[in-house]
C-alpha cells in the first residue's frame, strides 16, 4: 500500500551526500497525507468500523518499521560514506519515517494472523528492509523495484501458512448499511483526489480497473467463469485500497503514462492467470511478480546498453 505502497520516496544515490528533499516535493505531500489517513484509517477501525486483529497489532508494526528503518539507513550510510536521512532536523526525521509508518500500518492493516504478532513483524521487516536490500542503478542512484509493503505481505503469506489477508467484511464489520456504502465512496474520492493531483498514477489507475475488468470478462468467456462473482471484489474497500494506495506507489512505479498502462495491464493479466492456476491472495501476488519483471527488464536493458 499503498505501500501502497505506501513508500513513494527513491533512495539516493549509494555514495553521495543524501539530498534533502524540499517541504512542497508532492513526494512529501503525498506521504504526509497518506500517512495521515491510514493512521486515521487504523484508529476508526479497531475503535469503530470492526477491524479484528489485536489493538497491539499496529503498535508493534509501526515500532518494528521505525526500529528496522533507522538501524538499516544508519547502517547504510556509514557503508556509503554519507550522513543519514534522519539527521538535520525533526523534520527531517519525520519526513524520513514516513514511509516506514506507512508500511508498519498497511501490514498491520491487511494481515490478519489471530493473536500473533510475529507475522506482522517479518512483513514490516520484510517491507523495510527490501529498500535497502533489493535496489537496482537507474540513471546514477540506487533504486528499490518492489512495493516494500506488498513485498512484505507476499512474503508472509508465502512462509507464514496459517496467516491470511484480513477479512474483506472487517472493514465495515459494526457499522450500518449507510456507512458501508459511505465509506468506500469517501475512500476512492480521497485516494483519486490524491493519485490525479500528487502521484500523478491516473493512467495506471484506470489501466489497473480495465485490465481487472477485461480478465474478468475473459474467464467467464473461455473458462465458465461466474461474471459477477469475478467483479465483485471490485466493490470491496480492500480493493479499493489496493488500488488507490498500494498499486500506485510512485517510487515503484513507471512515470511515463505509456507504461503506467502497460504496468497497469500486467498486473491484471498475472492476476487473472493466478485465478486460474487456484493460487490465493492474487492481488498482491500479482503486483509482487509483475515489479520482479520490470526490475529483470530494467536490468536487462541496461546490459543491452553497456554491450552497445
Known sequence: MAQATHTVVADAPARAAAPRVPVADPRVKALRRFALSITAFTILGHLLLGFEQAYLTPVVGVLTAYGVSLFLEALDARLSGRTPRYLGSWL???NFLLPAHIAGLACALLLYGNERL???????????AS?????????GALRHMFNPSNLGISA????????????????????GLAVDLLLPALILVAGSMLNATLTQRMPLILAWVGGFVLQAVLRAVFFDHALGSALLAMSGVAFILFTLYMITDPGTTPSAPRDQVIFGLATAGVYGVLVLLHVAFGLFFALTI???GRMLLTLARQAGRSDE
Not at 510475529?118 to 523495510?128: I, K, N, R, S
Not at 535497502?132 to 537507474?138: C, G
Open 156 to 175: 508472509t503469506l508465502v512462509l507464514f501458512h496459517w496467516v491470511a489477508i484480513a477479512p474483506p467484511y472487517h472493514f465495515t464489520e459494526n457499522v
Open 92 to 94: 527531517a526525521l519525520v
Open 131 to 139: 529498500r535497502y536490500a533489493i535496489r537496482i542503478p537507474v540513471n
Open 290 to 292: 509483475v515489479c520482479a
Open 118 to 128: 510475529l507475522p506482522t513483524v517479518f512483513a514490516v521487516t520484510v517491507a523495510v
